[in-house]
């Protein structure tokens, strides 16, 4: 017998709830692993939820429309000839356990503010597990932990997985010094001190590449792998435009044009993502810092260089691509590399297809 | 991000502007008092403990007890501000409005005009408004109608702990008076608060659900009732948009009638009595700018017009409550 149930996942820190915007797949159908069954929305952004076992979708608990608690069961995977009273029973019994979990508390991991070089340093570690090389998960300019949502615990099987919110940037301590991918590659290298991290497979988004490039450079000892998406470094020229409307959007309806640019599908962009990243800018001390990171880390001389230093880089490197990336727009990336139906947030607008490929590309390298 | 309540965001806004800029000081009644007392290491903090722990901080100098006086604490205040300080008064109840009129509406507010721009009047007052506390008809008003419609102040209402920080941290750089009425049923309400000063913008309002059927104006407390109201409807099929102005005046007019063109609906809830009220303000200007959006007719969802009942159960049935606004919007919905 086997029955598997199908819950709300966990996307980012702030996720409490999701609603279940549609079912895929009716009850009754046939589905494999890693099928599309279901898309969920959270407060911030819409993503579709894979089957993580085969059978029949038995059970459809919660309909399209309704609000589920993370955790919550959503609907069951069994068996096509298992007995209704046995799908029965197990969604009461989940129910009831799930019920008494909640009174206890969450144990989702939770993020840490570690203090490096004198600075206030927020990380979020997910898995426990140093059998094999840990991960470093490092956002671009203007993001934070949250964009790695729906990546970073599909990467933590087997792994230790740290992503860092980079100076000026999420909780992090808004000093950003010169805002150089050096100051920041060391903030990075600091973190991985820190935690007794000897070499790491870096994931990098956007300029966060770019910082991952500068640590293969400082550090050439501590990467075993880079993998890049939609990288800073990697080809492609940076928007300016964006990154000076970003830097300069003060209020909601200033920020959403560019909050769309990020996406190929700007309808992904919800009004609680234009809030949250309005209210980052509104803290004291950002819009310096975003300032600084802009003309120094993001600067053309400062990328210039960067690529004529690491073209002779020894390392294991994979690049993805996002076909419709407005922020950092590469059309000379390899088709096999380039994520269809993508924008610049590819890691988040096609989770699953970055997932894969980034788990596989370290497992790979290992060794 | 930290759970902090609405008091405990306030006094951090006060304690981040009083370090970052010394010319920022408080004026009130009790704000001090108490402090060095025996058993008593720390001031009471005003009467419902918000400026708690900032004369042990800041000092006397720069915590002032007053006599009770509203007009001297309104007095000394507009001129501190007239003389190049930051000042920020604790009116407590903004009951206590009207013996201090002059100075707030006939001489604060018109500094900056009556001295051909040469004068800035970079002062704060804040005030308890709001009903629920069983506190009879003398200190249970909202009174924020009579702020707005005085030109040269700014009306502050935060409905949540998060803009209580930001609204109050801009309150005190900003160069007009500001009036800031805290609602005392919400001190103890939680919330995410960044440790971090923010400054949340005068003039821009939140929309704290999205819809697509009706939208709902709410200010104040009335915000988190708006917020209930449309949970419970959207499970009856009705898509409600809330919007919190955050500050009356200036009146985040464009994003009520953005959403107006899409819903075609508009309840307005203010926990004043209807006349010359914020809903008349709100749904007039909707009528006037928005009427071609219109589908029904508004709803002005407010206290009747009476004074504020001591009776408990009066009460209850004075202030407008989540069912009411409910029906409210279901009314509308159908049409």
Redesign the interface.
């Known amino acids: 017998m086997s029955l598997h149930p199908i819950i709300v996942p966990k996307w980012g820190l702030a996720m409490e709830e999701g609603t279940v915007s549609g079912w895929l797949v009716r009850e009754g159908a046939t589905i494999t692993a890693g099928e599309e069954i279901a898309e969920i929305e959270t407060s911030k952004i819409a993503n579709v939820l894979e089957a993580a076992a085969s059978g029949t979708l038995r059970r459809i608990v919660a309909s399209e429309g309704e609000v589920r608690p993370v955790g919550a069961l959503i609907g069951v995977i069994a068996d096509g000839d298992e007995e209704d009273a046995a799908i029965d029973a197990f969604v009461a019994d989940y129910e009831q356990r799930f019920a008494s979990e909640a009174e206890t508390g969450p144990s989702a991991p939770s993020p840490e503010t570690v203090t490096v070089d004198g600075q206030g340093t927020r990380i979020l570690v997910v898995g426990d597990d140093d059998n094999k090389i840990p991960a470093v998960l490092i956002h671009g300019f203007g993001g934070d932990l949250d964009n790695w949502m729906f990546n970073q615990s599909e990467w933590a099987t087997g792994r230790r997985t740290i992503s860092v919110e980079l100076p000026g940037h999420g909780?992090s301590d808004?000093n950003v010094g010169d805002g150089s991918l050096q100051t920041l590659a060391r903030r990075v290298i600091a973190v991985m001190d820190h935690r007794g991290i000897e070499s790491a497979h870096l994931v990098g988004h956007s300029m966060g590449a770019a910082v991952a490039l500068t640590i293969a450079r400082l550090a050439p000892g501590k990467v075993a792998s880079l993998s890049a998406v939609c990288g800073v470094g990697f080809g492609g020229t940076v928007n300016r435009d964006y990154v000076e409307g970003f830097v300069g959007a003060?209020?909601?309806k200033d920020m959403k044009p560019f909050a769309e640019m990020l996406f190929a599908d700007p309808a992904l962009v919800?009004?609680e993502l234009v809030?949250a990243l309005v209210?980052y800018k509104?803290?004291?001390?950002v819009p310096e810092a975003l300032r600084t990171v802009a003309d120094n880390a993001l600067g053309a001389t400062s990328i210039a260089e960067l690529e004529a230093a690491t073209a002779g880089l020894n390392l294991p490197v994979l690049a993805l691509f996002g076909a419709e990336d407005r922020i950092v727009p590469t059309p000379g990336a390899p088709a096999a590399h380039t994520i269809t139906g993508a924008g610049h947030m590819a890691h988040m607008e096609k989770a699953e297809t970055v997932n894969a490929r980034i788990a596989d590309f370290m497992t790979s390298n290992d060794r | 991000m930290p759970q902090k309540s609405y008091r405990q965001a306030l006094n951090e806004a006060l304690r981040h502007e009083m370090r970052r800029d010394s010319r920022v000081i408080l004026i009130g009644e009790d704000i001090a008092g108490g402090a060095g007392c025996e058993g008593e290491e720390d001031a009471y903090g005003g009467v419902l403990g918000v400026t708690k722990g900032l004369v042990g901080e800041f000092g006397r100098a720069r915590v002032i007890d007053t006599p009770i006086s509203e007009s001297a604490i309104m007095g000394a205040t507009a001129g501190a501000a007239l003389a190049g300080l930051r000042p920020v008064a604790d009116l407590m109840f903004v009951d206590f409005l009207g013996v201090c009129f002059d100075q707030i509406f006939n001489q604060a507010a018109k500094f900056r005009y009556m001295f051909g721009g040469k004068a800035v009047t970079p002062m704060v007052m804040r005030a308890m408004i709001g009903g629920g506390f069983r506190a009879g008809g003398q200190h249970s008003q909202t009174l924020h109608p009579m702020f707005t419609m005085v030109p040269g102040l700014k009306v502050v209402m935060p409905s949540n702990p998060y803009d209580a920080k930001g609204l109050l941290i801009q309150a005190i750089r900003d160069d007009d008076p500001v009036i800031f009425l805290e609602h005392k049923a919400m001190y103890d309400m939680t919330g995410d608060v960044p440790d971090e000063a923010y400054a949340i913008p005068f003039g821009e309002a939140k929309i704290t659900r999205s819809g697509d059927d009706v939208t709902v104006v709410a200010f104040s407390l009335m915000v988190d009732r708006a917020n209930q109201a449309a949970d419970l409807l959207k499970k009856e099929g009705i898509s409600v948009e809330v919007i919190d102005p955050r500050t009356t005046s200036p009146l985040d007019l464009d994003t009520i009638l953005e959403s107006i063109e899409n819903t075609g609906r508009l309840v307005v809830v203010d926990e004043s009595p209807p006349r010359c009220s914020l809903a008349a303000d709100v749904a007039a200007q909707v009528a006037e700018h928005g009427f071609e959006h219109l589908e029904a007719p508004i709803i002005q969802v407010t206290c009747p017009h009476t004074p504020s009942p001591f009776s408990p159960t009066l009460e209850d049935l004075y202030m407008p409550s989540v069912d009411r606004i409910a029906d409210a919007i279901r009314k509308v919905a159908k049409k």
């Not at chain 1, 509104?282 to 001390?285: C, E, K, N, S, Y």
Request: aromatic share 0%.
């Open positions: 909780q808004k003060q209020k909601r919800t009004r809030d209210d509104r803290l004291d001390g």
